[in-house]
């Protein structure tokens, strides 16, 4: 079975629009409806109807679903597997979020290349969202990320916690910050509530982002207040460009670890969480 056609399915029973498919993989509407064509040709079964409301799956299509994920996931690792043999034993591509790779990258890929050195490594820094996605489809074979979608086929651990500092290049209390000039931190859905409820008359700011790195640059270039990591802050400080404001609350950012439900307990996936746990230990 040609994984073309399991990945236009997986697609159109996202879109339910033969024309946002064909978009969305750079193909023609007429090679999406062969492809489809093509599998339902296979099942002897319809997966898909047609009609003016748009489309819509049969019931062998949901039931067929499933299984595309998995055989969709199991492509993707063979795959990896072939092409990065080479003189290692195995290879793992590995996702975390922005913030964590600022933080802990260097640490974490030289304590993994210790533990597994027969292990060859590609890591990439994202959002969570898209390595849920990633993790869903097979293209990642561990995340660590803030936010869990608790997909079917995933399995999540809450390993850590990262915690933001609310500091400011003039004021000293919350009372002294200036709305005009705060940068909002939205680092997560679960961050921006504990914001919301810790600081209400902060949070319809004129400047926004979800990345640490980008709110440092905007602080140092702009002034004014925002949350940082806490290692942020200090540097900051240390550096005589922003201080603490004394009286907000700090704000803790749970950290979960994100793995396939058949790899969960696999060695070394549990030595590639267990150094980033022990990286985030207080």
């Keep these: 079975m040609q994984i073309d056609l399991i990945e236009t399915f997986l697609d159109l029973m996202e879109t339910r629009s033969f024309n946002r498919t064909a978009e969305r993989l750079n193909i023609t509407q007429s090679t999406v409806s062969h492809r489809v064509k093509a599998l339902e040709a296979q099942f002897n079964r319809k997966l898909f109807t047609r009609n003016k409301g748009g489309t819509a799956p049969t019931a062998s299509g949901l039931r067929f679903l499933d299984h595309a994920k998995a055989l969709q996931h199991q492509w993707h690792e063979a795959t990896r597997a072939v092409e990065n043999a080479g003189a290692y034993e195995r290879s793992m591509r590995l996702g975390i979020q922005h913030d964590l790779a600022e933080a802990f990258a260097g640490r974490w890929l030289s304590a993994i290349r210790t533990d597994l050195p027969a292990t060859s490594i590609y890591m990439e820094a994202d959002y969570s969202s898209q390595m849920n996605r990633d993790l869903a489809a097979g293209d990642l074979d561990l995340a660590i ?9 995933l399995h999540y651990e809450r390993i850590g916690e990262l915690t933001y500092t609310l500091v400011s290049t003039s004021a000293r209390t919350v009372a002294e910050i200036r709305p005009e000039t705060y940068i909002q931190a939205v680092y997560s859905p679960a961050f921006d509530r504990a914001h919301r409820l810790a600081l209400p008359q902060l949070s319809a700011a004129p400047l926004a982002s979800g ?12 002034g004014g207040a925002a949350y940082v990591t806490s290692q942020t802050a200090l540097r900051l400080a240390e550096e005589g460009l922003a201080v603490p404001v004394t009286d907000a609350p700090p704000i803790a950012q749970a950290v979960y670890a994100a793995t396939s439900i058949r790899t969960r307990h696999a060695h070394q996936h549990r030595r590639i969480i267990g150094v980033m746990q022990e990286l985030l230990a207080p």
């Design 145 to 153: 990320l803030y936010t869990p979608h608790y997909l079917p086929d």
């Design 211 to 222: 990345q640490n790195i980008a709110i440092t640059g905007l602080l140092k270039t702009l």
